[in-house]
């Protein structure tokens, strides 16, 4: 299929510009609202139809809307992002389990030599 026109659609978020190709024919179909976009234009992606219709890039969709029908709140994403520590077991702790069961057995005998 080849397309005969190309529309210019900026992003009223992030201001981001996007070149979409459509038939002429079939855009104007949409605009003069013979047709809903999906029937005139079904060759669209869903973001594409999005930034015609709301001028709201994918991007920008997902971030407001999420990719789900739930808006979650978006902090939890942002807590899973920065969620990168690694818990390590810290060697020093058997060491220091060590010292102290070498400072009872001390303890021991000091109490036998009173
Ligand atoms: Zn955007």
Same mark, same amino acid.
């Given at each position: 299929?080849?397309?005969?026109?190309?529309?210019?659609?900026?992003?009223?978020?992030?201001?981001?510009?996007?070149?979409?190709?459509?038939?002429?024919?079939?855009?104007?179909?949409?605009?003069?609202?013979?047709?809903?976009?999906?029937?005139?234009?079904?060759?669209?992606?869903?973001?594409?139809?999005?930034?015609?219709?709301?001028?709201?890039?994918?991007?920008?969709?997902?971030?407001?809307?999420?990719?789900? !029908? &739930?808006?979650?709140?978006?902090?939890?994403? $942002?807590? #899973? +992002?920065?969620?990168?520590? =690694?818990?390590?077991? /810290? @060697? !020093? &702790?058997?060491?220091?389990?060590?010292?102290? $069961?070498? #400072? +009872?057995?001390?303890?021991? =005998?000091?109490?036998? /030599? @009173?």
């Amino acid at each position: 299929m080849e397309f005969d026109k190309e529309l210019e659609k900026e992003c009223v978020h992030c201001q981001k510009e996007f070149v979409i190709q459509v038939n002429e024919a079939d855009y104007d179909s949409w605009v003069d609202g013979k047709a809903l976009i999906q029937d005139a234009m079904p060759y669209l992606t869903p973001g594409q139809r999005e930034l015609l219709i709301s001028g709201t890039c994918d991007d920008c969709w997902n971030s407001l809307f999420g990719s789900n !029908d &739930e808006v979650e709140d978006e902090n939890d994403i $942002e807590i #899973d +992002e920065e969620a990168e520590w =690694e818990w390590e077991p /810290e @060697e !020093d &702790e058997n060491d220091e389990i060590h010292n102290l $069961e070498d #400072d +009872e057995d001390n303890d021991i =005998e000091q109490v036998d /030599e @009173e």
